[in-house]
C-alpha cells in the first residue's frame, strides 16, 4: 500500500517510538545527545560587533572638548608631541587628527581627556578629579560679601513686599477696563514715528539709555567717548562728551536717582569699556570720577543696583563682578558661563541678577545667598540682550538666532519665544516708568503701564515694539540705515531712542504727542 508523502514522517517516528533502535547496532538514543549553548558565530555578527565598537568610540571621541582655534589645535598637538600638520591637512582634519589622538591617549590610559579653553593646552585628569570638577563648587568671600548679601536681603524683602501689594491690587482691577488700557497704549504706540537723528560719533553707536527723569540721552560708541544728548532737541548738554576710555563701549546705566535727587557732583552713570574698566561719572565734569580695575577682558553691559551702593559688570574675561561705589572696590567676581558674558541686568527688587554670554546660556543668580537658581538653556546662538520685568518674575532675553524668548523666574522655564527679527537681536529693554499714556484719561485705580511693553533691536535696522500680555508686535520702526545696536525706553511713556551701526542716535515719538 502506498502511502502519500506527508504522512512518511510521521509513520517514520511512530516506528521509532515502538520499536527503538539498540545502541549496539549504532543507533543513537534522542536523551544522549548534549546541549552546546557556548558557541560563536562568525560572518554578520562579528561585523554588527565591530560596527557597534566604532560606534561607541564616535560616541566618546564627541565628547572630547577640542578648540576650533587652528592655533590652539596646533599647541595641543605639540604639547603632545604629533606633528602640528600633515601634508595635504586642512584645519577640520587637524582638528579631528587631535581629537583621535586624546582618544586613543584616553583609551591607552583609561584617563578623561579634556582641553583647557584660554590656552587650548591638553591636560589629563584621572575618574576621581572629573567627579570633582562636576561638583557643585563654591568661592570663598570676605566679610563685606557677606554683610552686603545681608544688606540686599533686608532690601529686597521690603521692595517685595511693596510690589506683591500692588500686584494684589491691581489684579482686583476690573478686567474690561484693564483691556481698554491695553487698547488705549497699542493705539498710542502704533503712531510712533521717527521725530530726530543725531550723528554723535565716527564709528558706531553702541549703547543708548534714557536719565531716569527722561530728559537725557547718555550714547556711548566705539569711539571710547560718551555724548550726552538732550530730549528731545538731541542737542549736546552742557557737558557734551565724556571721555576716558580708549576703546570701544560696550554699555551704559544711569543711577537709580541720577537727575532726580542725586546729586550732579557725584556717581550719576557707570559705562564699561573695552579697556577692561569700569568708569564712573558726574554730571558736573568731562572726566570720570573714578575707574574701577580688575576684568582681564573687554567690559560689555553693566547694571545699578536699585539701591544705587552696587554695580554689576559683564565681561569677555567669563565672568560678571559685583562692586561697591561707595568703597569702589570688587565684592564678588561670579563664574559659571563657559565664554565671554556679554549682558547683565538686575531684578527690581535688587534680589536677582541674570547674566548671560556668547555660550548661548543665561543664568539667574540670587544676590542674597550666591546661588544659580535658574538656568536659560534654550537659545541656540549667542544672548546679546537681557532684561527683568518690572513685574519680578518674567525675563526677556534677546539672541544671536533672531529670537527673543521670555522666562518665567516662579515657573523656571521659557514661557514664550517671539520670533523677533530676521537677524541678531542686540538689545531688550521693559518699560520700567511711572508714566501714562499722553492724552489718554486713566481710570481710577488703574494698573501702573511698567511692565507693558517691550522694545527689541536687531542687525536687521529695525527696532520692534512688543504687547507683555500676549507678546504681539505692536509697531516695527525703520530708519536706521544699518544695524541696530541698542534701544531704551523713557521712563515718562513718551520716547523710543535708539542707536546703530551707522553712528547716529534716533528718538521716536507719538505723531500725536504734544512737545
Given amino acids: 500500500m ?7 514522517g510521521q509513520l517514520a517516528e511512530d516506528r521509532m517510538s515502538v520499536d527503538p533502535p539498540s545502541p549496539q547496532g549504532g543507533g543513537l538514543y534522542l536523551d544522549d545527545i548534549s546541549l552546546d549553548n557556548d558557541y560563536v558565530m562568525y560572518g554578520t555578527n562579528m561585523k554588527a560587533q565591530t560596527y557597534l565598537e566604532e560606534l561607541s568610540r564616535r560616541r566618546r571621541a ?15 598637538l605639540r604639547e603632545l608631541g604629533e606633528p602640528i600638520t600633515l601634508f595635504d591637512e586642512d584645519k577640520a582634519d587637524r582638528r579631528e587628527r587631535l581629537r583621535k589622538v586624546l582618544l586613543e591617549r584616553q583609551e591607552a590610559a583609561d584617563e578623561d581627556v579634556e582641553m583647557r579653553s584660554v590656552t587650548g593646552s591638553v591636560r589629563s585628569v584621572t575618574g576621581e578629579e572629573a567627579e570633582d570638577e562636576d561638583e557643585e563648587f563654591y568661592t570663598p568671600g570676605d566679610e563685606n560679601i557677606l554683610e552686603v548679601r545681608k544688606q540686599v536681603a533686608r532690601y529686597s524683602l521690603i521692595c517685595a513686599r511693596q510690589r506683591r ?9 476690573p478686567l474690561t477696563k484693564l483691556v481698554k488700557q491695553a487698547r488705549g497704549l497699542s493705539e498710542y504706540l502704533k503712531t510712533y514715528a521717527l521725530m530726530g537723528t543725531q550723528f554723535v560719533a565716527d564709528r558706531a553707536v553702541s549703547s543708548v539709555r534714557f536719565s531716569p527723569n527722561s530728559e537725557l540721552i547718555a550714547a556711548g560708541s566705539w569711539t571710547g567717548s560718551i555724548r550726552l544728548l538732550q530730549v528731545p532737541t538731541l542737542e549736546d548738554d552742557d557737558i557734551s562728551i565724556l571721555r576716558g576710555h580708549n576703546d570701544r563701549i560696550g554699555g551704559l546705566a544711569w543711577h537709580p536717582e541720577a537727575t532726580l535727587s542725586q546729586s550732579p557732583n557725584v556717581v550719576n552713570l557707570a559705562s564699561g569699556g573695552g579697556d577692561y574698566t569700569v568708569r564712573l561719572w558726574s554730571l558736573s565734569q568731562d572726566t570720570s570720577l573714578a575707574t574701577l580695575q580688575g576684568h582681564e577682558g573687554r567690559v560689555c553691559r553693566v547694571a545699578f543696583h536699585p539701591s544705587g551702593r552696587l554695580l554689576a559688570s559683564a565681561s569677555f574675561d567669563c565672568t560678571w563682578r559685583l562692586w561697591d ?10 563664574e559659571g558661563h563657559s565664554k565671554e558674558v556679554y549682558c547683565i541686568a538686575i531684578q527690581q527688587d535688587g534680589a536677582l541678577v541674570v547674566s ?3 555660550d548661548g546660556i543665561g543664568r539667574v543668580w540670587d544676590l542674597r545667598t550666591g546661588r544659580t537658581i535658574m538656568v536659560l538653556d534654550g537659545h541656540s546662538r549667542e544672548i546679546y540682550g537681557a ?18 524668548k521670555i522666562w518665567d523666574v516662579r515657573k523656571v522655564r521659557v514661557s514664550a519665544t517671539i520670533p523677533a527679527h530676521k537677524s541678531l537681536v542686540s538689545d531688550v529693554r521693559f ?3 511711572d508714566g501714562e499714556i499722553p492724552g489718554v484719561t486713566q481710570e481710577d485705580g488703574a494698573p501702573p503701564l511698567r511692565g507693558s511693553y517691550l522694545a527689541s533691536s ?5 527696532v520692534n515694539v512688543w504687547k507683555s500680555d500676549s507678546w504681539t508686535l505692536i509697531k516695527s520702526l525703520k530708519g536706521h540705515a544699518d544695524k541696530a545696536m541698542s534701544v531704551d525706553i523713557s521712563n515718562d511713556c513718551r520716547f523710543i531712542a535708539s542707536s546703530g551701526w551707522d553712528r547716529s542716535v534716533k528718538l521716536w515719538a507719538s505723531e500725536t504727542i504734544g512737545l
Fill in 458 to 462: 536687531s542687525y536687521d535696522g529695525c
Fill in 325 to 334: 561705589l561707595e568703597m569702589q572696590q570688587e565684592l564678588l567676581m561670579q
Fill in 62 to 76: 564627541k565628547q572630547i572638548a577640542v578648540p576650533t582655534d587652528d592655533l590652539k589645535v596646533r599647541a595641543g
Fill in 431 to 433: 518699560f520700567h516708568g
Fill in 387 to 404: 532684561d527683568f520685568s518690572p513685574d519680578g518674575y518674567h525675563i526677556a532675553t534677546g539672541s544671536g538666532d533672531s529670537s527673543v
Fill in 356 to 358: 548671560a554670554g556668547l
Fill in 2 to 8: 502506498s502511502v502519500h508523502p506527508s504522512r512518511q
Fill in 165 to 173: 501689594a500692588q500686584q494684589i491690587k491691581d489684579a482686583a482691577f
